[in-house]
């Protein structure tokens, strides 16, 4: 089994940064594209920023120049760099992997339990 664990959220003023890290441990032979979601409260789950395992990486408009995704294949872990926060950026953040856990074997896609942003003066 694979195990994705979030952390760094966390309550921060309208202007502020955080950093998220989604670690993933377990049965991996491969991880390939990672990602972080977004959920809001009555809203849809929405991308917010995924990279892939050669490191390109698209985001969604409203976060465009102000988050920043990577990851370190070494280490299995993704980062979510959250700059210039807004309060419309509050939501349960969720991390996302595609995990091919033997070969050959199939991909599967696996979620973390999610973490809070709140962004509030």
């Known amino acids: 089994q694979v195990q994705l664990v979030e952390s760094g959220g966390g309550l921060v003023q309208p202007g502020g940064s955080l950093r998220l890290s989604c670690a993933a441990s377990?049965?991996?032979?491969?991880?390939?594209?990672m990602g972080w979601y977004r959920q809001a409260p009555g809203k849809e789950r929405e991308l917010v920023a995924a990279?892939?395992?050669?490191?390109?990486?698209n985001y969604a408009d409203s976060v465009k120049g102000r988050f920043t995704i990577s990851r370190d294949n070494a280490k299995n872990t993704v980062y979510l760099q959250m700059n210039s926060l807004k309060p419309e950026d509050t939501a349960v953040y969720f991390c996302?992997?595609?995990?091919?856990?033997?070969?050959?074997?199939?991909?599967?896609?696996?979620w973390g339990q999610g973490t809070q942003v709140t962004v509030s003066s």
């Open positions: 996302n992997a595609v995990v091919v856990v033997t070969t050959p074997g199939p991909e599967y896609r696996y």
């Open positions: 377990g049965r991996i032979f491969r991880i390939g594209a």
């Open positions: 990279i892939t395992s050669g490191g390109s990486t």
